[in-house]
């Protein structure tokens, strides 16, 4: 398949997006500088960014791969069906937001509102995995789909404030050794068992993979898993029990 470069130098964001939209292949785009909503609802093609993608990257993807090898901005991966995001710097705000397929990977690490209203259906199952440590309300009205903090080279608790607020499916692990606090009586939180961290296993590794390192150096050590409080009173919101 071809690869169509472009120097995003001079673009505004319709002019890429047109361009992205009518390559007949695979896209490389060089000199990215905030342009918005690159790869939306793409399907069946890989673009990679060389530059800071702007809001939205990603949005509604449906199939398609995008890697960007610099940061990204607010928003990415808003709502994506299928596919796969990764980032090998870090990203905004607002990541995974509404997310319903497919998987996100960031090297660095992420704003507030991680994972915000995540959906799981069936087959469907979306992923995050931050490679070092997030804003607050990470997993805010979490309805399903995995989230996984690892928290390299961080000191501290590798989360923010309100983790989980308004979780009435899904999981959250986080990988630290200290005492997580502010969490909401939506969540309930336990060390993650050797079963856990089955679940979670192809998705460290596959991050590992893409950014150099070692799985089982860091599936070893001491994980958290987050989940919905038995008694959540959120719950009557979204079921019929």
């Known amino acids: 398949?071809?690869?169509?470069?472009?120097?995003?130098?001079?673009?505004?964001?319709?002019?890429?997006?047109?361009?992205?939209?009518?390559?007949?292949?695979?896209?490389?785009?060089?000199?990215?500088?905030?342009?918005?909503?690159?790869?939306?609802?793409?399907?069946?093609?890989?673009?990679?960014?060389?530059?800071?993608?702007?809001?939205?990257?990603?949005?509604?993807?449906?199939?398609?791969?995008?890697?960007?090898?610099g940061n990204a901005q607010d928003a990415t991966g808003d709502t994506m069906n299928e596919g796969k995001i990764v980032v090998f710097g870090n990203a905004g705000d607002a990541l995974g937001y509404a997310m319903r397929g497919g998987k996100i990977f960031v090297k660095g690490n992420a704003g507030y509102r991680t994972g915000i209203h995540m959906k799981e259906y069936k087959d469907k199952k979306p992923a995050i995995v931050i490679g070092g440590r997030v804003g607050?309300?990470?997993?805010?009205?979490?309805?399903?789909?995995?989230?996984?903090?690892?928290?390299?080279?961080?000191?501290?608790?590798?989360?923010?404030?309100?983790?989980?607020?308004?979780?009435?499916?899904?999981?959250?692990?986080?990988?630290?050794?200290?005492?997580?606090?502010?969490?909401p009586t939506q969540v309930a939180a336990e060390k993650a068992s050797g079963e856990d961290l089955k679940e979670i296993e192809p998705y460290v590794t596959e991050f590992a993979d893409y950014f150099g390192l070692k799985a089982v150096s860091i599936l070893k050590d001491m994980f958290y898993v987050l989940k919905p409080n038995a008694k959540n009173p959120y719950k009557q919101l979204y079921t019929a029990n």
Request: include cysteine; hydrophobic fraction near 40%; proline fraction near 2%.
């Open 1 to 69: 398949m071809s690869v169509l470069n472009i120097s995003a130098r001079e673009l505004d964001f319709k002019e890429l997006n047109k361009m992205v939209r009518t390559a007949k292949g695979d896209v490389r785009i060089d000199e990215c500088y905030g342009q918005r909503f690159i790869g939306s609802a793409l399907s069946g093609r890989t673009i990679t960014i060389n530059g800071t993608p702007g809001n939205a990257l990603g949005a509604y993807l449906d199939g398609g791969v995008i890697e960007v090898n």
């Open 136 to 183: 607050s309300f990470l997993g805010e009205y979490l309805a399903g789909g995995l989230i996984v903090v690892l928290g390299i080279d961080c000191d501290a608790v590798p989360v923010g404030n309100f983790t989980g607020t308004g979780m009435h499916g899904g999981k959250i692990f986080i990988r630290t050794d200290k005492e997580l606090s502010n969490l």
